[in-house]
């Protein structure tokens, strides 16, 4: 039998080819389209039509959409260039769970996959061996995407205040970080909270992490180093993807021990959030009833997700490293020779410091440039009631969002414009579904947005728009197109002779 001939792998095309695609794509789907919004001041100062606090995934994804539809954004984002979102700062995963395949922020644009992305560099073989997305690598897509649509990102702008007005705009205050903080306001028709995982609050500990002193604990969602538990006994609260992260990361660095403590008495081994994640959802989840939405999404929280199998293995492949299933802590407290004393549900553990990897809640005292709305925007609680048994604190608290994620006030008319200020961010989950949130649904979700907003720039200026039309003066005809006729003479054919 004759051998199998071995064949080069072709040469990868390079990013220049596919953004060659990208372009021609662009062209024959004639995108962006022209802006058609008429430009608007109020006492000299340009008003825009959406700016969008937030310049991660969720902000471009819509900023790029809204770009398509003809409506100009402008983003603004705290990180410095390049440093938006947690991929490059306090994700701590080696990669992303979802399947490589999926296309996220791509916008139905095959160019603008991350698959594409990574093959025009590395080729067709390196893809087929990928297995899951670096997430590094993911971060540098995400700057490409950016790059290559042109979005116009202000680094370095950290929001400090949200002021709806009753005369059609948002005063969005800033601080320009790039400039000493220097204090000015942007108007906006529309104002986006694209505010990624943080959503309305940030970081949720136990009551208990108020027992040991501030610098003996992280949580998982902030920015720091393994390298600071170099040596010491950690105990990691929770069982999740991030609790898996932070105890590799602690590990890595060389922590002496790592103990897990998990309350759950069964760690989750299913992420039933994967069997909903269908076209029907995308599009129709945000149209059922109450009591549908707060059933799917408080099965989700009962449930919860496991951790990835590849994240746990990382951590188990340590011999330090010590799993404590049904181990809640209870209390804390500074031992007399500076040990820290967790009184868990299997035992007091001594231990160096604590990682918290307990998730993120709604918290408006820790989002102050949000506190002009936050008395003002309605909560689930405000209006629903679950059934018993069904009761969730965390759903409790999310905001009620009306179609175009739009916050509604608990009293009509006490806030007004109110409804101009969007949350396109992980907290409506419950309103909208994981369209604002996930990498899987990112597209539908921005899609959706950008078109009502869109739909609503028109039908809040018909008159503009109208007398726009009455001005164009376009001509299609010269006059020079046809020559007049003679016309012919009468000849009446009914008469008889």
């Known amino acids: 039998m004759r051998g199998l001939i071995s064949r080069p792998h072709p040469t990868p095309a390079g990013l220049a080819a596919l953004e060659a695609r990208l372009r021609q794509d662009l062209s024959w789907l004639g995108l962006p389209a022209k802006p058609w919004v008429p430009p608007r001041s109020m006492a000299g100062q340009p008003v825009l039509e959406v700016a969008i606090v937030g310049a991660g995934m969720a902000g471009l994804a819509l900023g790029a959409s809204l770009a398509h539809l003809g409506v100009p ?30 296309t996220g922020p791509a916008l139905g644009l095959p160019a603008l996959t991350f698959r594409a992305w990574f093959e ?58 790039a400039q000493g903080g220097r204090a000015y306001v942007v108007l906006a028709r529309h104002v ?61 660095a060389g922590a002496a021990r790592v103990d897990l403590l998990v309350r759950r008495s069964v760690l989750p081994t299913v992420n039933k959030g994967k069997g909903i994640g269908s076209p029907g959802m995308a599009h129709g989840f945000w149209q059922l009833t109450d009591d549908w939405k707060w059933r799917f999404r408080h099965y989700i929280n009962v449930q919860q997700v496991p951790p990835p199998h590849g994240s746990t293995l990382r951590v188990s492949r340590h011999a330090n490293a010590h799993f404590h299933i049904g181990a809640g802590v209870q209390g804390a407290r500074v031992r007399s020779d500076g040990a820290l004393r967790l009184d868990t549900g299997k035992g007091p553990l001594a231990v160096d410091a604590v990682i918290f990897s307990t998730g993120f809640r709604t918290d408006w005292s820790q989002r102050p440039e949000f506190s002009t709305i936050a008395p003002h925007v309605r909560l689930w609680q405000d209006r629903y009631t679950p059934p018993a048994g069904e009761e969730d604190g965390e759903l409790a608290e ?81 006059g020079d197109e046809w020559t007049p006729a003679a016309f012919p003479p009468y000849d009446d054919f009914s008469s008889t002779t």
């Open 192 to 252: 986006v909270l694209a505010t990624g995982r943080d959503g309305l609050g940030g970081p949720w500990v136990p009551p208990w992490a108020a027992d040991i002193p501030r610098e003996r604990w992280v949580h998982s969602g902030e920015a720091w180093e393994g390298e600071r538990f170099r040596g010491q006994r950690v105990a990691v609260i929770g069982g999740g993807a991030s609790a898996m992260d932070v105890a590799a990361t602690a590990l890595e």
């Open 73 to 102: 954004a402008a983003l603004f984002d705290r990180a410095p260039a390049g440093f938006e979102g947690p991929w490059a700062t306090t994700a701590r995963m080696e990669t992303l769970r979802s399947p490589k395949e999926l």
């Open 398 to 478: 999310s905001p009620d969002l009306g179609p175009l994620f739009e916050f509604q006030a608990k009293v009509p008319g006490a806030c007004p414009g109110l409804e101009r200020i969007h949350s396109f961010n992980f907290v409506g989950a419950l309103s909208h579904g994981q369209v604002s949130g996930d990498i899987p649904q990112i597209s539908d979700g921005a899609q959706r947005l950008a078109r009502g907003l869109a739909g609503q720039l028109l039908t809040e200026d018909p008159q503009l728009h109208f007398e726009a039309m009455r001005r164009f003066a376009e001509p299609e005809l010269l």
């Open 120 to 177: 025009a560099q590395f080729g067709l073989q390196a893809w087929a061996e990928l297995d899951k997305i670096p997430r590094l690598q993911w971060a540098d897509y995400l700057r490409w995407y950016r790059q290559v649509l042109g979005l116009a990102v202000r680094n370095l702008q950290r929001a400090t205040d949200l002021r709806p007005r009753a005369d059609g705009v948002v005063e969005l205050h800033l601080a320009d970080d």
